[in-house]
Nanobody
Framework: QVQLVESGGGVVQAGGSLRLSCTAS????????MGWFRQAPGKEREFVAA????????TYADSVKGRFTVSRENANDILYLKMNSLKPEDTALYYC?????????????????WGQGTQVTVSA
């Protein structure tokens, strides 16, 4: 059974940093493109960042480019999202997701497995 478990969320002041982790099990992590999405109350789930398993540069949403960094540790089946210069508008439930597509995808429906999410709250 595939499991994706996010951790590292919390409450932080604007300008602060957090690092989210996503630990995967039940799948061959090194063969999945991995992504981060987020959903704020009353809004649709939106793409944040993704990294392919074949290498190459990650892809980021314009809203987080230059502030967030996605990385993966295949040896330990972990996906990371380092978030710097956080803003109140980054407040959301952050999800980790896995896709069988080789190339990076930015649409939620192209991801096959999802975690339960970790809450990030940024205070002004």
């Amino acid at each position: 059974q595939v499991q994706l478990v996010e951790s590292g969320g919390g409450v932080v002041q604007a300008g602060g940093s957090l690092r989210l982790s996503c630990t995967a099990s039940g799948l061959t992590f090194s063969r999945y493109t991995m992504g981060w999405f987020r959903q704020a109350p009353g809004k649709e789930r939106e793409f944040v960042a993704a990294i392919s398993f074949i290498g190459g540069a990650p892809t980021y949403a314009d809203s987080v480019k230059g502030r967030f960094t996605v990385s993966r540790e295949n040896a330990n089946d972990i996906l990371y999202l380092k978030m710097n210069s956080l803003k109140p508008e980054d407040t959301a439930l952050y999800y980790c997701a896995a896709s069988t597509y080789t190339w990076i995808r930015t649409s939620a429906h192209e991801y096959h497995y999802w975690g339960q999410g970790t809450q990030v709250t940024v205070s002004a």
